[in-house]
């Protein structure tokens, strides 16, 4: 989104065109729309004579008749599918719920260094022997638990998951056409349209285009989270080898527009993240995480600047914590503990 006002999109059209909204402005926005706020914090907004009031970071709400902003904010109009009744014929549609998983040190740590991956020799080896055996492990499947509890159909990762910083990705031929229609989502039916689950969305933030994929599960279907600053190169080649995507945000990727988007286009309900520090903490900050497990190896790693459970930009000045609610508490006898937490004010 650019300072100068939000994306209107016409659903029925799928015309847009970008304008300023102030406060007051009302009866210039369709009705039957879905509003996501997109700026920390919350903006106010009114439906008829009926005060929607404080919407968080990330909210969506669906909308009918005329639509005022009663604050200045950012916001995107996006279609969407499931819906639910709302009061004073206001339709409201709730985010996907997001689960972290993380494996750690004891001192927090979730790498061996800043450039090892988990996925390669012999950092996972070294890993893995982090945890020793036991006759009562911790360990449980929590994708299992969450697909269970909540219907979960998404696992989320970050690119530096996958391509180390240090790698050079394989170039991609230049594209030369009209690269307007590439920086519209690519969700083609032959996928979208399979029942999901059994169907699972493997869910990547990429707005530089660094991962290739060369893997292809069975009832796995990748999902490219990508941005406006996206290189067409790298959108073409996610076309030329069937990649759904979703193109949220501008200079990277939106993260609460994002999530809204998963739902609203693929009829995501709750995505699992095991993404790294980096991720984790974006949306621990985006005010997006709803539980945490957090799984224990007993050992230590240390490091300046190794990635830990949480990290990304600090809190502000005078900033508050995110304050968690212990759910449950596992320990093993080799020293072992997986600690579930809920965000104490979702």
């Not at 650019?2 to 402005?25: F, H, L, Q």
């Not at 106010?44 to 709400?61: D, K, N, Q, T, Y």
Request: aromatic letters at 6%.
């Amino acid at each position: 989104m650019s300072r100068e006002g939000p994306i209107r999109t016409d659903i029925r059209s799928n015309a847009r065109t970008r304008e300023p909204v102030a406060k007051g402005d009302w009866g210039c926005l369709l009705s039957d729309a879905l509003l996501i706020t997109t700026r920390p914090r919350y903006a106010g907004f009114r439906v008829g004579e009926w005060s929607i009031g404080a919407v968080p970071l990330g909210c969506a709400r669906w909308v009918r008749g005329p639509l005022a902003a009663a604050a200045e904010c950012r916001w995107a109009l996006v279609e969407v599918g499931a819906r639910r009744p709302g009061p004073e014929g206001v339709v409201m549609v709730e985010r996907p719920r997001v689960v972290v998983s993380v494996g750690a040190s004891v001192d927090g740590k979730v790498a061996l260094t800043r450039d090892s991956l988990l996925m390669r020799k012999p950092s996972s080896e070294l890993w893995a022997a982090m945890t020793p055996r036991a006759a009562d492990p911790v360990a449980v499947d929590i994708l299992d638990v969450v697909r269970q509890q909540y219907g979960c159909n998404a696992i989320l990762e970050g690119s530096g998951s996958l391509v180390a910083e240090s790698d050079v990705p394989e170039e991609l031929p230049a594209y030369d056409g009209d690269t307007a229609e590439l920086y519209e989502h690519f969700l083609p039916t032959d996928i979208t349209e399979l029942p999901s689950p059994p169907l699972m969305w493997f869910t990547v933030v990429d707005s530089r285009g660094r991962v290739r994929w060369t893997e292809d599960n069975e009832n796995w279907a990748a999902l490219v989270l990508v941005a406006r600053s996206t290189p067409a190169a790298y959108l073409a080649y996610l076309r030329r080898e069937h990649i759904c995507y979703l193109v949220v945000g501008e200079a990277r990727v939106d993260l609460p527009q994002a999530i809204a988007a998963m739902a609203s286009a693929l009829g995501i309900r709750c995505v699992l993240s095991t993404a790294g520090g980096g991720l984790n903490g974006a949306l621990l900050r985006a005010g997006l995480i709803d539980e945490l497990y957090l799984t224990l190896a007993p050992a230590l790693i240390g490091g300046l600047g190794t990635p830990s459970v949480m990290d990304g930009p600090p809190l502000a000045e005078g900033e508050a914590a995110t304050s968690l609610q212990l759910l449950s508490v596992n320990t093993d006898t080799n020293g072992s503990v997986r600690l579930h937490y809920a965000v104490a004010d979702r």
